[in-house]
């Protein structure tokens, strides 16, 4: 299965963007502690975009244009967000598109009808699921057996960033039987930061040196340090 990506011109642009209204952070000297016990210098808040309207519209236009491109609107009945920081662009997505929305929760509720998909599902429907980013791809699986297990179909998630730098995330994907769809990684944010200065010297030869081998420079400042 492949693994579509946007066109360099929209890396780029969508780099840019995260950058420009501070979503990026590059802090090597303190580094950031994941849930999953990677140690990074880096750190990225897609839902920082929701405050900047230009940013927003133009990140939703090219994640659509891509999307168009690539085939993974196509056939598609409902775009699903996932709980809680898919659910805004899964709503601009489905607004662009003119597609029904949903949302996932990551468990069910547990009261009233116990849901975890709200919204109105059905049968055999063709689902794209959304989220802001994806790190190692498998809290993404979670969304994707719900909506499957309501008797959906699900082939194609979409996500504004993708880490790609653990081993076996696209992997984790494919062998679910999912395309990820993104606009930008560390390596586009790398490059953009570095023509545009946005960080010292210093700070961006350590995201360099942690982005060529992320498992050895978490061990190396107190994360994990195995795959």
Not at 46 to 60: D, H, K, L, P, V
Not at 100 to 107: D, E, H
Request: proline content about 5%.
């Amino acid at each position: 299965m492949s693994n579509p990506t946007a066109s360099p011109e929209a890396a780029r642009e969508t780099a840019r963007w995260l950058l420009d209204i501070k979503a990026v952070n590059f802090r090597p000297e303190d580094p950031y502690m994941f849930t999953a016990g990677w140690a990074s210098p880096v750190y990225i808040d897609c839902r920082w975009i929701i405050s900047f309207t230009e940013a927003r519209r133009r990140i939703i236009d090219m994640g659509v244009d891509m999307l168009r491109k690539n085939g993974a609107l196509d056939g598609v009945d409902k775009i699903a967000g996932g709980e809680t920081a898919g659910i805004p662009y899964a709503a601009w997505i489905a607004e662009a598109t003119s597609t029904p929305m949903l949302y996932v929760r990551k468990k069910p509720k547990g009261f009233g009808r116990d849901a975890q998909i709200e919204g109105n599902l059905l049968a055999g429907e063709k689902v794209l699921l959304v989220e802001d980013l994806a790190t190692d791809g498998g809290s993404k699986i979670n969304f994707v057996n719900a909506l499957r297990g309501a008797g959906s179909e699900v082939s194609d998630i979409f996500v504004v960033f993708f880490y790609d730098i653990f081993p076996g995330a696209l992997d984790t994907l494919k062998d679910a039987g999912v395309a990820l769809h993104f606009l930008c990684t560390w390596h586009d944010v790398l490059l953009a930061a570095t023509e545009g200065q946005d960080f010292s010297p210093e700070a961006i030869e350590d995201v360099r040196k942690f982005l060529g081998d992320p498992i050895a420079w978490s061990g190396a400042h107190g994360g994990r340090d195995a795959y």
